[in-house]
């Protein structure tokens, strides 16, 4: 076969499985509705109806989780951060995390998607400022579980027109299988 079929062949294989990877399954687009409320505290009113009023100060709410699949992790290293510790499994053995490790990105939109199905109201959003420090303090491999934790509280501006988020500091689990994201 000729490059040019190779090529095809490939392409075609990735849009079907959606990785480069030979017997990558297909995964389902979108986490919502898979992922819960894990603290004790959660909002009396719902995401798609939830105003200012709703987000009470001081309170902590922690959603998730979401297990990182080793398909996950290459499907989305080949589209979005190719590095060899991210899609190349063999490589990353010897690489310096000793195996595969998913892309922080990939783990900023894990937890995004869990932000965003459970505390960003769908009525009444602005946009985000920003990010103001952003660590990957401990890699994220394939079978880790992640959840997402937020603490509302009043914005330091005397306009009570937005209210601003901080994160708690994570709690670091005993088992390398449990990661909690405090973004």
């Not at 080949?78 to 490790?101: K, M, V």
């Not at 509302?152 to 937005?162: F, H, K, L």
Request: hydrophobic share 30%; charged share 20%.
């Amino acid at each position: 076969m000729n490059g040019d079929g190779e090529a095809a062949n490939a392409a075609s294989a990735r849009a079907r499985t959606g990785s480069r990877h030979p017997g990558a399954a297909s995964a389902p687009r979108g986490t919502a509705g898979t992922t819960t409320t894990l603290s004790d505290t959660d909002f009396a009113t719902p995401v798609e109806d939830r105003y200012f009023e709703d987000y009470v100060p001081g309170a902590v709410y922690v959603y998730g989780s979401i297990t990182m699949t080793r398909e996950d992790i290459l499907r989305f290293a080949d589209e979005f951060d190719p590095q060899s510790i991210h899609n190349d499994p063999q490589a990353a053995r010897q690489g310096p995390f000793s195996g595969l490790i998913a892309s922080g990105w990939h783990t900023c939109s894990v937890t995004m998607r869990m932000y965003v199905d459970h505390y960003v109201s769908k009525v009444a959003c602005l946009a985000s400022p920003g990010i103001d420090e952003l660590r990957w303090v401990q890699p994220v491999r394939p079978g880790d579980s992640l959840s997402c934790g937020r603490r509302s509280r009043m914005p330091e501006s005397r306009a009570p027109s937005r209210i601003a988020v901080s994160s708690p500091p994570a709690s670091r689990s005993s088992t390398s299988t449990d990661r909690r994201c405090w973004p």
